[in-house]
């Protein structure tokens, strides 16, 4: 089963839908028991970082989290859920994050004739994974934000799109993956990454 994490923010349903339309069991829940009884966890996201850990502090499922993780459990971030993957982020300088991979989230930089927030389709470039095989090339997926992350370990990165710059939006560390755009909202190679990732195994 997939426990998809409800901690009140984000577009918890479509993710759901997503994973019906593919043929698995996936559950919305704020209960750490569900995340113990799950081989996967996924924590979707939308808004602002700071809220988010709060509402991950008070439902009492940051340790759920950590032990699911701890667990060996495959575990995927999407979107403010990969940026909660990180230490801290330049959006609530006062909030930490979950801490599960060095790094941080920082603010898109302005660059003149592009807006921000980095809304839309844009090409995903990746390396091989198991969570991106099988994609075409080029890759496009959808994008919705207002800040990136940094990791501190290169290596972690395995997506980057260029929007001004060259940035991350796919990491992985052992069990552990985040992606900044949304596979529900990407079409068929967006269900192509979830499928991926639901018959992953760790």
């Known amino acids: 089963m997939i426990a998809i994490i409800d901690y009140e923010m984000g577009n918890l349903r479509s993710v ?3 994973f019906a339309y593919l043929g698995f069991e996936a559950k919305v829940t704020g209960d ?3 995340l113990a009884a799950a081989s996967h ?3 979707p996201g939308v808004g602002a970082f700071g809220e988010a850990m709060a509402n991950l502090e008070r439902t009492g499922l940051i340790a759920g989290i950590h032990q699911s993780v701890k667990e060996g459990k495959l575990f995927l971030g999407i979107c403010l859920g990969l940026q909660l993957l990180f230490e801290k982020s330049q959006e609530d ?3 930490k994050g979950l801490s599960l991979l060095p790094g941080e989230a920082k603010k898109i930089p302005a660059v003149p004739g592009l807006k921000i927030p980095h ?8 390396r091989d994974n198991p969570l991106l095989k ?10 919705v934000h207002s800040f990136y992350v940094e990791p501190a370990c290169p290596e972690h990165v395995i997506g980057t799109a260029f929007y001004g710059r060259e940035f991350p939006v796919a990491v992985n560390k052992e069990n552990i993956y985040g992606l900044q755009f949304h596979p529900e909202k990407s079409g068929r190679e967006g269900l192509k990454i979830l499928k991926n990732f639901a018959e992953m195994k760790y």
């Open 32 to 34: 750490v028991r569900d």
């Open 134 to 143: 099988g994609l075409g090339e080029p890759c496009f997926v959808y994008y």
């Open 41 to 43: 966890v996924v924590l």
């Open 16 to 18: 759901q839908k997503a």
């Open 119 to 126: 809304m839309g389709w844009n090409i995903l470039r990746y």
């Open 93 to 95: 300088c006062c909030a």
